[in-house]
């Protein structure tokens, strides 16, 4: 397979800003969901998805949590500084979140222009002070120090007390105490993330439990979702626009549920890419066991060309392998994939996501997904008041098309559960 040259306006639709969910429905699942099966759209409740998924499925969750990477400095001139973290420089996140007294960030900065070099900025609250000083400009950012007391405190616990959780950009409204908390997933285990894995903010313990009882497998992987999530495609040409970079990590335990699950369903967009990523990078490390664990924005292309033959249940083998001979329980890998139509598909089978913007790299992965019925969709979505966005309504989406099962799971043509009346 290879990229195709695709025009970005063909990937866009007219989203009303009342249609842009600004806060969450009250019980998590209680959204509405779209249920989309063999190019025929049903209008459902969340809380009933666990009716429209097959025994034999394995659902992949995102673990990953927000962090308060959101920082308002207030200068002795009354003016507000805001530092946004985007991710450490030259560590990894989860020794980064962990570090005391010093820290060095990729940051954000509004109001940069405002903050003179060698000023130190500081916010006091909760019995701790964070301090942060200018470090460097860099291309896409800037580099801040920050230094704390109690310097035996961790920068995690840090930024509870002193950020707070950053909502989407399209979100116009301030953060209130209710976001804390409404702005992950129950499955928040690894801080990291300055987004949330939406698709998974519909799941209550209740639909975990129903689930549970049709002994559906699920498998926990941990991307951490960066700002670029929100950046829209801005040239015209879709192979001209640069993809963000993003840290994942799997865990032993889950590459080995992936091998033995079937009919694999992706909770989100941020899942889907961590697992088709875990593919490409088995078989390079399968090819050069020295290789970073890493795949660039155009990687996955280039490598079907050659190794397309190769299923993924193989893969993942030679990646169980790879870590069994670096003695390694998890892999910290990092993925800069674009899905966009022309990509095929070597392990994800169903789709779970909410509704993302036009002209999104988001959109483009659904559109690789189902083909061009991510039109119809939206256009029912729009007509029947679904709610869009990080806050809005759910989709279960799977190929009108059987996708082929090259790792010997179950196909979607195999599916016959028809959903209820």
């Known amino acids: 397979m290879r990229p195709q040259n695709l025009l970005i306006q063909d990937f866009t639709y007219d989203l009303p800003p009342e249609k842009i969910a600004l806060f969450p ?17 049903f209008d459902e409740q969340f809380y009933n998805l666990p009716q429209y998924l097959s025994g034999q499925a394995t659902l992949v969750f995102n673990d990953t949590r927000v962090i308060e990477a959101r920082l308002l400095f207030q200068k002795q ?16 996140i989860q020794q980064a979140m962990q570090e005391t007294e010093k820290i060095i960030w990729k940051c954000l900065i509004g109001g940069a222009s405002k903050w003179k070099r060698g000023q130190v900025l500081t916010i ?27 310097a035996q405190k961790s ?38 993330s300055v987004a949330a894995p939406t698709a998974a903010l519909h799941f209550t ?26 950046k829209p495609v801005q040239t015209q040409d879709v192979l001209a626009h640069q993809m963000h970079n993003e840290p994942f990590v799997v865990t032993r335990e889950a590459v080995q549920k992936l091998i033995a699950g079937k ?46 033959k190769i ?40 789709l779970i996501t909410n509704f993302h913007q036009p002209q999104s790299t988001l959109l483009l992965l659904v559109a690789a997904f189902i083909g061009n019925d991510w ?3 939206y256009q029912h979505a729009l007509k029947n008041n679904y709610r869009f966005l990080s806050y809005g309504d759910s989709s279960y989406l799977t190929p009108a098309r059987p996708l082929k099962s090259p790792g010997g799971g179950i196909s979607i043509a195999r599916q016959r559960l028809i959903p209820p009346l």
Request: proline share 3%.
């Open 25 to 41: 429905k009250e019980e998590r699942d209680a959204s509405k969901l779209l249920v989309y099966r063999e190019g025929k759209i």
């Open 77 to 92: 001139s009354g003016g507000v500084i805001e530092i946004f973290c985007l991710e450490p420089w030259m560590r990894e």
């Open 124 to 150: 006091e609250r909760e019995g701790v002070c964070l301090a942060a000083h200018y470090h460097s400009k860099i291309d896409d950012g800037f580099l801040v120090e920050f230094t704390w007391t109690p």
């Open 155 to 192: 920068f995690a616990e840090i930024l509870h007390a002193t950020g707070a959780v950053p909502l989407p950009p399209y979100i116009k409204r301030k953060t209130t105490a209710d976001d804390s908390h409404r702005y992950q997933t129950i499955f928040n285990l690894h801080e990291g």
């Open 205 to 230: 313990e209740k639909v975990v439990q129903h689930i549970k009882e049709k002994n559906i497998e699920t498998v926990h992987v941990t991307l951490h979702v960066g700002a670029g999530t929100f």
């Open 263 to 308: 009919n694999v369903i992706a909770v989100g967009t941020t899942s889907l890419r961590t697992i088709e990523s875990l593919h490409w990078i088995g078989i390079k490390l399968h090819e050069d066991a020295e290789a970073v664990p890493q795949l660039a924005q155009w990687e996955a292309y280039e490598l079907d060309n050659t190794f397309g």
């Open 311 to 350: 299923n993924y249940r193989q893969s993942l083998q030679y990646l169980l392998e790879w870590m069994a001979a670096k003695k390694l329980d998890e892999i910290n890998c990092r993925t800069s994939i674009l899905i966009m139509p022309g990509y095929t598909f070597k392990i994800v089978q169903g």
């Open 375 to 377: 039109k119809k969709i």
